[in-house]
Each structure stands twice: as structure tokens, then as C-alpha cells.
């Protein structure tokens, strides 16, 4: 039901974004993180879980998969499901007020129609296009 994801960076969260095959609007909450406080390392999980129970609440028997990410190949998931409705505003997203953010809030598009340089197809001859692919 909801996605807590690392909020590294731009480039991170569209790549988890790609790989998970997620839709824009699973992805706000953790875009919306990255707008407001920045990559804030491990702690920007916890920056989107309360962005989602500040903004759109969340349901009793609803589950969460929270995503941190690290240099190399650290990584930790924690897959939740809430016990009760929670529906609280969290000092920190306070100037929200309870509203959910749109895409056109942020300060670039994350939707899956928009396309990156790398889903464009190659410039490169057929032939140069087969030796670096092979």
C-alpha cells in the first residue's frame, strides 16, 4: 500500500522507481521527503512514513515496505502492516497542513510517461550500438 524509499537522490529514487515498476503517486511521499529536508540518509524513511500519516493517513491492515539504501552493498527493508488508523500531523510536515503534495509541487517530473536520457534509444550505428551492448 505505501513505499518508504532512501531518498539518496533524484537519480535514486527514479532508478527504484524504474526497478520496482512503481507509480508516480507510491513514489511522492518519498520525493516529497527529498524536496523538503534533502537527502537525510538513513533517516529519510522516517521523513516519508510521516509525510504519508501527515498527508493521506494510514488504514488499519494497510502494509508499508521501507527501503534503505547505503554505499556498497548495504541495504535494510522492513515490511510493516499497521495494527490501527493512524491520521496524525507530524511537526515536521506541519506546513502542509494535511495536503498532499502534487507532481507539480516538485521540482521535476516523476511520473513513468516521463522519459530520462537513458530510456532514449541509442545515436550510436547499429554496428557501434552491438559492441558496446555485447
Not at 547505503?70 to 491520521?87: E, F, I, P
Not at 500531523?89 to 507532481?103: D, F, Q, R, S, V
Not at 516523476?110 to 552491438?130: G, H, V
Request: glycine share 10%.
Amino acid at each position: 500500500d505505501h513505499f518508504l524509499l532512501h531518498a539518496g537522490g533524484y537519480a535514486i529514487l527514479r532508478g527504484i522507481q524504474k526497478g520496482l515498476r512503481l507509480p508516480a503517486e507510491k513514489m511522492l511521499p518519498s520525493f516529497a521527503s527529498l524536496r523538503d529536508f534533502g537527502n537525510t540518509s538513513s533517516s529519510s524513511t522516517w521523513y516519508t512514513w510521516s509525510y504519508i500519516e501527515s498527508t493521506m493517513g494510514v488504514a488499519k491492515g494497510e502494509t508499508i515496505l521501507q527501503v534503505g539504501v547505503g554505499g556498497g552493498m548495504k541495504s535494510g527493508v522492513a515490511y510493516w502492516k499497521a495494527l490501527h488508523a493512524v491520521k496524525d500531523i507530524h511537526p515536521c510536515w506541519a506546513h502542509l497542513n494535511g495536503i498532499p503534495l502534487k507532481e507539480a509541487d516538485l521540482p521535476r517530473p516523476i511520473s513513468n510517461e516521463y522519459k530520462s536520457i537513458f530510456d532514449l534509444p541509442s545515436t550510436r550505428a547499429p554496428e557501434e550500438q552491438a559492441k558496446v551492448t555485447s
